[in-house]
């Protein structure tokens, strides 16, 4: 894990760099220093506020799962983790290291792989709440916006390709090798994973709503970052900046660049550029991708690596 969290950093940084001056070559006029240095304050710290509720909402969610299988640490650990998370997710391709940093968060607190495990679980599960009840909205998007289409099917494909292969590749495994003591290890422990998975379908189902409702209040407080940093430069109808990032938060999720990187500077260009000057455009998506994530994963980076070295030195 700490191979890959430093490989993708390096990664993420030669990434934004490029990006970053792209953005700026293709955006920078005379007229953005003033624009940006004119900036409604009071937005500004809106957006900050709204990061914050999104930290928040991702702090209940896990704190409340947790608390469902009864793994129990302080809601200031809580938001460690959340920045933690969002730190693992910026430097690894789809995302998919917020679950990694999840889970060695969770461990640190003495609770077993198979209760980690399915916590994460149905962190992940929650999260997707969210883009069903969004569904109407990506759907209106994907027809306006169809170049969207092509990566979420992809990650569709992988997703359950690799979800079949996993399966497959674990049940040969266990049938071949039943009497090994590993192996006895192993289905012990998907067997009590299942067990708690199972906890949350009928025992827990409250704490399950109600990570899944804290999922989608999370998702709106980050999608309500762009309307205000906007707003803070001029005018904006919130409404059509909200459904306008859909598509655009699909595509960074399931980007193959570290923590949509890229991604979300260009794409991020061709979406908000309708609602803000030409020389403003460029401004905006490198402070909206500063404040929405990656001022967030250099905190979690640095709290990580404290976490790390404690760890290490016990």
Same mark, same amino acid.
């Given at each position: 894990?700490?191979?890959?969290?430093?490989?993708?950093?390096?990664?993420?940084?030669?990434?934004?760099?490029?990006?970053?001056?792209?953005?700026?070559?293709?955006?920078?006029?005379?007229?953005?220093?003033?624009?940006?240095?004119?900036?409604?304050?009071?937005?500004?710290?809106?957006?900050?506020?709204?990061?914050?509720?999104?930290?928040?909402?991702?702090?209940?969610?896990?704190?409340?799962?947790?608390?469902?299988?009864?793994?129990?640490?302080?809601?200031?650990?809580?938001?460690?983790?959340?920045?933690?998370?969002?730190?693992?997710?910026?430097?690894?391709? $789809?995302? #998919? !290291?917020?679950?990694? =940093? *999840?889970?060695?968060? +969770?461990?640190? &607190?003495? %609770?077993?792989?198979?209760?980690?495990?399915?916590?994460?679980?149905?962190?992940?599960?929650?999260?997707?709440?969210?883009?069903?009840?969004?569904?109407?909205?990506?759907?209106?998007?994907?027809?306006?916006?169809?170049?969207?289409?092509?990566?979420?099917?992809?990650?569709?494909?992988?997703?359950? $390709?690799? #979800? !079949?292969?996993?399966? =497959? *590749?674990?049940?040969? +495994?266990?049938? &071949?090798? %039943?009497?090994?003591?590993?192996?006895?290890?192993?289905?012990?422990?998907?067997?009590?994973?299942?067990?708690?998975?199972?906890?949350?379908?009928?025992?827990?189902?409250?704490?399950?709503?109600?990570?899944?409702?804290?999922?989608?209040?999370?998702?709106?407080?980050?999608?309500?970052?762009?309307?205000?940093?906007?707003?803070?430069?001029?005018? *904006?109808?919130?409404?059509?900046?909200? &459904?306008?990032?859909?598509?655009?938060?699909?595509?960074?999720?399931?980007?193959?660049?570290?923590?949509?990187?890229?991604?979300?500077?260009?794409?991020?260009?061709?979406?908000?550029?309708?609602?803000?000057?030409?020389?403003?455009?460029?401004?905006?998506?490198?402070?909206?991708?500063?404040?929405?994530?990656?001022?967030?994963?250099?905190?979690?980076?640095?709290?990580?690596?404290?976490?790390?070295? &404690?760890?290490?030195?016990?």
């Amino acid at each position: 894990m700490k191979r890959t969290f430093i490989y993708g950093t390096i990664i993420l940084v030669l990434i934004l760099l490029l990006s970053f001056s792209f953005v700026l070559l293709k955006t920078f006029t005379k007229e953005t220093l003033s624009a940006v240095l004119g900036m409604k304050k009071r937005y500004l710290l809106l957006s900050a506020v709204f990061l914050f509720l999104y930290h928040t909402f991702d702090n209940i969610r896990l704190y409340l799962l947790s608390r469902a299988v009864g793994l129990k640490y302080s809601f200031k650990y809580g938001y460690s983790m959340s920045l933690i998370n969002t730190f693992g997710a910026t430097v690894t391709p $789809a995302h #998919a !290291g917020g679950e990694l =940093a *999840a889970i060695y968060m +969770l461990l640190r &607190k003495g %609770a077993s792989v198979h209760k980690v495990m399915s916590i994460v679980t149905m962190k992940t599960i929650s999260g997707i709440t969210f883009f069903i009840v969004a569904l109407p909205f990506l759907i209106h998007q994907f027809v306006n916006n169809p170049q969207f289409i092509k990566p979420v099917l992809e990650l569709l494909f992988i997703v359950f $390709a690799g #979800a !079949g292969i996993l399966y =497959a *590749a674990v049940n040969y +495994l266990i049938k &071949k090798n %039943a009497r090994k003591p590993s192996i006895r290890k192993l289905k012990d422990t998907l067997r009590k994973y299942f067990y708690y998975l199972k906890i949350f379908g009928y025992k827990r189902k409250t704490y399950f709503l109600l990570a899944s409702l804290s999922s989608i209040l999370l998702y709106l407080s980050f999608l309500m970052i762009a309307p205000l940093l906007i707003l803070a430069f001029g005018n *904006a109808n919130i409404i059509e900046v909200l &459904k306008a990032q859909l598509g655009l938060l699909y595509a960074i999720f399931v980007s193959p660049t570290p923590g949509g990187s890229g991604v979300g500077e260009i794409g991020g260009l061709m979406v908000f550029s309708g609602f803000l000057e030409a020389h403003q455009a460029g401004a905006f998506v490198i402070i909206w991708r500063l404040v929405s994530q990656y001022i967030s994963a250099l905190v979690g980076g640095v709290l990580f690596v404290l976490y790390l070295v &404690k760890d290490l030195r016990s």
